[in-house]
Structures are given as C-alpha cells and as structure tokens.
C-alpha cells in the first residue's frame, strides 16, 4: 500500500502524516512530495526519516493513493497525470470541487456514491465539512429550507504565514502582511478574494454551493458571511436553520449526540459550549447553544466548532481513503 502526500511540508500535509501516523493507516511505502526546493530534505514518518521526492518520480512509484494538499494550480497540473496511472487522488484543494464528474465527500454523509472508477475525489472546503456534519442528520429528520451561516475562522487556513504575522503582531514586531490588514486584535471579513460578480468571497460561495452537492439538496437555501479571526485552533460558525417541520430541542440534541464524529457541548448554566481553544488537536465536530429562533417558526440557532486542519483537511482525506480500502476501492 504505497500512499503519496504532495504538499508535505505544508500545514495541511504534516498533519496529513500525523494522521496516518496516529490511525495506523496500513503503508507499505510513504512517498512524500514537496515543491523543488524541498526534495532531497525528509519527513520523519513512524520514527523514520524518509526523503522527499519530485512529483515527476511520486508518479512513477505507482501508488494506491496520492493526498494532495498543495494548491489548485498544483491539483489541476498533476492530479490528471495520477490518474491516467490509476493511482486515486484524494485533494484538499478547491479545484475539483463543483466538478459534476468529481464526488466531493464527507465519509460519514456520502460516501456510498465512490466506485472504482473515481480516480480524482475532492476534499471539501474546511468550513464546509463541519457544517454539513450538523445539518445532514438533521435535515433528514426535520427537512432544511434555509441556512444562514457565519464563520468565524483561524489564521492556520490562510497557512503558516498567516500564523507568522498574527503571532509577529502579538510580539509588536513588523512582519509580512499576508493579510491586507493587521489581525492581531481585529476581525476581516474577507476570507479567500472577493468575486466581482456576487461580491461574495470565494470562501463564503463555498460554503453556500457545497453543502448542496455533498447532501444531494440541490435546492438548498444558503447564505454565508466569513470572517477571519486571531484564533489558531479552529474555525467558529453560527448557523440559524429553518426547517420545513417543526422540532423539540431534545430530540435535536439526540439526533446530534448519536452522529458519529459530531460530540454535542450543550449546557449554559455550567459554561459548556463549544470553543476553538479546545477543539485543537481533535477530530470531531463539536455543537452547542442549541436553541430555538422565536423570530420566526421552526427556526434553530447553533454554534459549530471544528479544528479546520484537522476534521476539516487532514482527518477527512485520511477518513475518504480508509472507506476505499475498507470497501475495495483502491
């Protein structure tokens, strides 16, 4: 079982091997691939120092599975040439996403529609993925006619740069602005570019068309407004949902208690709700303030907290690529 991570030196990419690393995910071989400048240089890998190569050679190492976390531009240059030599990719960018023929998935949501013939899968945008682990259990029993979300997302999904310049500006110190403002003590919202002809975000029409594709709700109303905060442990969303059917608060928290990777943090008068602090390190999806929205019928408002670098990168493509394994996909 040789796996390749392209991108391996990045954020994303060393928490990939993390992961692998802590699921005992079966590698025969890990062939790890970073940009030029890297290759020669190693990852340490189970307590093994492994050389970095050139994507050209990865190609050529006929692996089972390549994890892309590198960038679009890279994704939409390489993943082809994967494919054309059977290896499946599994790729954390956005390049492949609203792609019709490419399945974008979150295993525990839609993981039944993979074949074998799907050699390029994609990797939901981070935000997207805790989100939807929250309304798919629910709209299946109270049917979703509207999401309103807002995020509140950490300075590790721009990249180490980011963290760089938030923890420069923490220190007082003058650093590279990855970032067209200062974020130390500040709130932008502006995540990704602005697209001209919605003045949207891209980050903001993400969450708002993939959710639709992952829960087969093509319908789906959805809107976003996405800030960047200086937090490092992971991204924050308030999210206000409208269902067609009405519903009882403790039947909610059940249905979300019982969700595989959701864990439920839902008492106020002891100060437990969910928060970016703890959610570091971990894997699952985490919801609180669970509430009723009075202004208007079957309306709910919730809070979703997820370490986007984790659940919402590395954790899900490592999850994507045991379900091929698991059912003789690869």
């Known amino acids: 079982m040789k796996i390749v991570v392209v991108g391996v030196t990045g954020m994303v990419g060393q928490i990939m091997l993390a992961v692998l690393e802590e699921r005992n995910f079966p590698i025969t071989e890990l062939i790890p691939v970073a940009s030029a400048r890297s290759v020669g240089n190693t990852v340490n890998f189970k307590g093994e120092e492994i050389p970095i190569v050139s994507i050209e050679e990865a190609i050529e190492k006929r692996a089972a599975i390549a994890l892309f976390s590198a960038g679009g531009d890279v994704s939409l240059k390489w993943a082809p040439f994967f494919a054309e030599k059977g290896i499946t990719v599994i790729d954390n960018s ?15 949501i839609n993981a039944d529609i993979l074949t074998k013939n799907d050699k390029i899968i994609a990797n939901p945008n981070c935000s ?17 006619k509207r999401v309103i979300v807002s995020t ?14 938030l923890e420069g500006e923490i220190k007082g110190e003058k650093t590279a602005m990855v970032y067209p403002y200062q ?50 442990g992971g991204h924050s969303e308030s999210v206000n949902i409208e269902f067609e059917n009405d519903f009882d608060l403790a039947d909610v928290r ?3 208690s019982q969700e595989d990777g ?24 985490f919801v609180g303030r669970i509430r009723r929205d009075y202004s208007q019928p079957n309306t709910l408002n919730c809070w979703i907290v997820a370490d986007n670098l984790r659940k919402g990168a590395a954790t899900n493509t490592v999850q994507i ?8 996909l690869v």
């Open 94 to 108: 956005s390049a492949f996403r609203m792609d019709k023929k490419v399945p974008l998935i979150v295993p525990e």
């Open 128 to 144: 997207t993925i805790q989100l939807v682990m929250v309304l798919n259990p629910l709209h299946k029993k109270y049917g979703i």
């Open 152 to 165: 509140y997302q950490s300075v590790t999904g721009t990249g180490k740069e980011a963290v760089d310049q």
């Open 183 to 232: 974020i130390f003590k500040n709130a932008l919202p502006h995540c990704d570019v602005f697209d001209e002809e919605t003045a949207y975000t891209k980050e903001e029409l993400k969450l708002t068309r993939e959710p639709k594709k992952i829960m087969r709700i093509p319908e789906l109303k959805i809107t976003a407004t996405a800030v960047r905060v200086p937090v490092q």
């Open 254 to 256: 059940r249905i979300l």
């Open 262 to 285: 959701v864990v439920v943090q839902d008492n106020p008068e002891t100060n437990i709700y969910p928060m970016a602090l703890f959610s570091e390190g971990k894997d699952e999806v």
């Open 321 to 328: 690529a045991e379900y091929l394994l698991k059912n003789n």
